[in-house]
């Protein structure tokens, strides 16, 4: 029985996904503003009134285009990669590594977040939502900044795991708003040797 019902989602969730990638295509291109229920539908390649089934109004869908932005963006996912490292420090590099390249790879996701951030000035709900979604990426950063201290503390004298979740989520979002600039010539490798290298000489 569970089965059947799970065979019967299956292609709601897929058409659901491709009309939010189509949303992501349009609202990339011509920005939010530009995004109309017609255009999505179009780049989609499904009807008018099937977009409407699923989203109702072209408000839903701006909605529902943030959480599949914050999804793809905003969401801390720890790899197989990375979690295997037995120290602290290591998994945290690995970690670090991960997410600066996987947001220096995604300049148009990380332009279309900026235009949502700028969208919450006018509209309380966007704002709580994307603010509800940076604390929750850096409360993670936090736990394992935690877990690091607790494993070596004389590394780190004088460090809190606030301030160091801190500089980590800033050292990311910098990337990511770097390869945004200019995504042709960004290297999160050369982004990463630059911050050992002054964090060496500030130390």
């Not at 529902?64 to 999804?71: P, T």
């Not at 996701?109 to 509800?132: C, N, S, V, Y």
């Amino acid at each position: 029985m569970e089965r059947t019902r799970v065979r019967k989602r299956a292609p709601e969730d897929v058409r659901r996904e491709q009309i939010l990638r189509g949303a992501f295509e349009v609202a990339s291109r011509d920005g939010i503003g530009g995004m109309t229920i017609r255009a999505v539908a179009a780049e989609a390649a499904v009807s008018h009134a099937l977009v409407v089934h699923y989203f109702q109004t072209r408000e839903r869908l701006v909605h529902a285009l943030l959480d599949w932005l914050i999804g793809t963006t905003s969401v801390l996912h720890v790899s197989d990669d990375v979690a295997r490292f037995p120290r602290a420090l290591d998994r945290l590099h690995a970690l670090l590594q991960q997410e600066m390249a996987r947001l220096g790879h995604q300049p148009r996701h990380t332009r279309l977040f900026f235009e949502f951030w700028a969208l919450g000035a006018r509209h309380e709900e966007i704002r709580a939502r994307i603010g509800a979604e940076l604390e929750r990426y850096r409360a993670a950063f936090r736990d394992i900044m935690q877990e690091l201290l607790l494993a070596e503390p004389a590394t780190f004298p004088g460090a809190t795991a606030d301030g160091m979740a801190a500089v980590a989520v800033s050292w990311i979002h910098g990337c990511a708003v770097q390869a945004m600039i200019d995504p042709a010539h960004f290297d999160t490798g050369d982004f990463l040797a630059a911050v050992r290298a002054m964090i060496g000489r500030l130390a």
